[in-house]
């Protein structure tokens, strides 16, 4: 048994990032996945404005430059022929996951956080009086180990064992989902972000790493599950040729690499984010439709608000259920109108003309959290080795 102030079960976006903020306040902390490191997981990565914003901030922007991430300064959203062509200033990127998730978890590791891999988390500790006192777990050799921890974070995604171990409440629930196919392309030029929409699909283009163009279509999942499960090649020719055929016929000239991915859509939510002994960060705890791509941003958001929230009552500034309580009340405003506006989208139930509307909307939400992750101080930078000592 290890004891620790904090242990976070999920190493990838919300959990590494979390664990580097934690560490960099001085914070003893063990950050533990299953995975392997610098592995990839199921889905693309196109950054928005604050994810960029946030990885600057944190001083990691240069590393994802470093790795050739290749800056996009174009985003063109395409509504059936009729481009709206959006030049940026200040670039965004598109990191493969196992560059980004990479990245943060080298700078945790760095910072002193105790990265682990291959550990798969079993079950929740609770004690006589209900309060969360950690994890049990099985490492990379099989053995049964234990975690205690003053603070159990789970950020370990959708499907999150500690929201379940802990009956995390949903305090919103969307309705829609959306089913994506994607793969990476070779010799497949993209001139920045492209969305596309026709009546009923949606695709696009993300460049990234390796001069790989990662190329998604989307429809609801009733279809998916109807029609376009069966046979993913087929389904991605046919949706390309309704939504874009320019791009269809640039992903007919290139040269998959790797399989196509397919994730069948899942609807959204937010869950109650704690309580005695628990957080919950990322997707584990905030899930919206990823048709708008916005995930991974508000992951690394959501890091440095609950940071700022677990520091405070690891110091004694706030007791810890209040600072929690904080954390939840700024990320669901924050969220409210991304997940509305997400799953309005995916229904699928709009004119081109509407869906404009609603991704205007969905830029001005964009726009709020970026201006408000720009005004938000960082967190505190206490430990030894991230102040070069
Ligand atoms: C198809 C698809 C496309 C997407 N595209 C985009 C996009 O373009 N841009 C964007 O911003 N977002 C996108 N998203 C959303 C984005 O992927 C998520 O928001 C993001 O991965 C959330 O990060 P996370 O760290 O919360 O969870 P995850 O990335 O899911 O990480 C959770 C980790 O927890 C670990 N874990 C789980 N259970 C256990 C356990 N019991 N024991 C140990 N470890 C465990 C897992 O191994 C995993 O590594 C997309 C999502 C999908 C499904």
């Known amino acids: 048994m290890s004891s620790h102030d904090v242990v976070i079960v999920g190493a990838r976006a919300a959990?590494?990032?979390?664990?580097?903020?934690?560490a960099r306040a001085g914070h003893d902390v063990v950050v533990v996945d299953r995975a392997r490191y610098g592995s990839d997981t199921l889905s693309t990565h196109a950054l928005m404005r604050g994810g960029v914003l946030q990885l600057e901030r944190w001083g990691l922007l240069d590393r994802i430059i470093a790795a050739g991430t290749p800056p996009v300064h174009r985003v063109t959203f395409d509504y059936g022929?009729?481009?709206?062509?959006?030049?940026i200033r200040a670039p965004l990127y598109a990191p493969r996951r196992t560059v980004l998730d990479r990245v943060l978890v080298d700078a945790a590791r760095e910072a002193g956080a105790?990265?682990?891999?291959?550990?798969?988390?079993?079950?929740?500790?609770?004690?006589?009086?209900g309060r969360v006192t950690g994890v049990s777990a099985r490492d990379a050799d099989g053995a049964a180990v234990q975690y205690d921890a003053m603070l159990t974070v789970g950020a370990d995604g959708t499907r999150s064992l500690v929201a379940r171990g802990v009956s995390a409440?949903?305090?919103t629930a969307a309705a829609h989902a959306t089913a994506l196919i994607y793969g990476h392309y070779r010799d497949v030029p993209a001139d920045g972000y492209e969305w596309n929409f026709s009546a009923?699909?949606?695709?696009?283009?993300?460049?990234?790493n390796d001069g790989r163009t990662c190329v998604f279509v989307g429809a609801s999942s009733e279809r998916f599950h109807r029609e376009l499960r069966w046979d993913r090649p087929a389904a991605m020719r046919a949706l390309l040729a309704d939504v874009s055929p320019d791009l269809g016929a640039r992903v007919a000239a290139g040269q998959l690499d790797g399989p196509l991915r397919a994730f069948p859509g899942m609807p959204g939510w937010l869950r109650r984010p704690f309580g005695p002994g628990w957080a919950l960060v990322g997707d584990a705890g905030?899930?919206?439709?990823?048709?708008?791509?916005?995930?991974?941003?508000?992951?690394?958001?959501?890091?440095?608000?609950?940071?700022?929230?677990?520091?405070?009552?690891?110091?004694?500034a706030m007791p810890m259920a209040a600072a929690l309580a904080g954390y939840e009340r700024v990320r669901d405003d924050l969220s409210r109108a991304l997940l509305d506006t997400a799953d309005a989208i995916a229904s699928f139930d709009w004119r081109l003309a509407d869906l404009q509307v609603l991704h205007n909307q969905?830029?001005?939400?964009?726009?709020?959290?970026?201006r408000f992750l720009r005004a938000l101080r960082t967190p505190p930078v206490r430990s030894p080795l991230a102040l070069g000592a």
Do not use: C, W
């Open 15 to 22: 959990g590494a990032a979390t664990a580097l903020l934690l």
């Open 114 to 129: 105790d990265v682990r891999f291959g550990v798969n988390v079993t079950g929740v500790r609770v004690d006589a009086e």
């Open 169 to 171: 409440p949903v305090t």
């Open 286 to 316: 905030y899930f919206k439709d990823p048709l708008t791509a916005h995930g991974l941003t508000d992951a690394l958001r959501d890091a440095e608000l609950l940071v700022h929230a677990v520091d405070e009552g690891l110091t004694g």
């Open 200 to 208: 009923h699909a949606g695709s696009g283009a993300i460049p990234t």
């Open 81 to 87: 022929g009729k481009p709206v062509v959006i030049d």
């Open 362 to 370: 969905f830029s001005d939400a964009m726009q709020e959290e970026a």
